[in-house]
Nanobody
Framework: QVRLEESGGGLVEAGGSQTLSCAAS????????MAWFRQAPGFEREFVAT????????YYSDSVKGRFAISADTAKKTVYLQMNNLKPEDSASYYC?????????????????WGIGTLVTVSS
C-alpha cells in the first residue's frame, strides 16, 4: 500500500507560479511511475504530467506543455509539479497518482494509488 499526500495548493494570480508537492509513504520499495491529474468542478479528471519509473522520461498534456514541469526527489520520496505562467483555466483540484505500469501511464485507469488532492485557484 502506498499513501500519497499532496500539498502546495492555494490562490495565485494569473501569470504567477506555484509548486505542488506529493509525498509518498508506505510500500515505496517498489518503483512506480508518478503522475499529476487535475479535475475542475463539472469536468472529468484529466491528465497533466507523468514521470517514468526511471525518472528520465516525462510527458505532458498539450494544455500545460512548456509551462509545467514534473520532477522527483527520490531521497525525500517526493514528486513535484512546478507550474508557471498560470491561467484561470488551470484552476482545479490537483491529484498525485502512482502506477506500476511499464511505459507512459496517462490514463486514470492506469493508476494504482491516488492522493486526496490539493486545490489550486488562479485568479484573473
Amino acid at each position: 500500500q502506498v499513501r500519497l499526500e499532496e500539498s502546495g495548493g492555494g490562490l495565485v494570480e494569473a501569470g504567477g507560479s506555484q509548486t505542488l508537492s506529493c509525498a509518498a509513504s508506505g510500500n515505496t520499495q517498489e518503483s512506480y511511475s508518478m503522475a499529476w491529474f487535475r479535475q475542475a468542478p463539472g469536468f472529468e479528471r484529466e491528465f497533466v504530467a507523468t514521470l517514468s519509473k526511471s525518472g528520465t522520461n516525462t510527458y505532458y498534456s498539450d494544455s500545460v506543455k512548456g509551462r509545467f514541469a514534473i520532477s522527483a526527489d527520490t531521497a525525500k520520496k517526493t514528486v513535484y509539479l512546478q507550474m508557471n505562467n498560470l491561467k484561470p483555466e488551470d484552476s482545479a483540484s490537483y491529484y498525485c497518482a502512482a502506477s506500476r505500469r511499464f511505459g507512459i501511464a496517462i490514463a486514470p485507469t492506469d493508476m494504482d494509488y491516488w492522493g486526496i488532492g490539493t486545490l489550486v485557484t488562479v485568479s484573473s
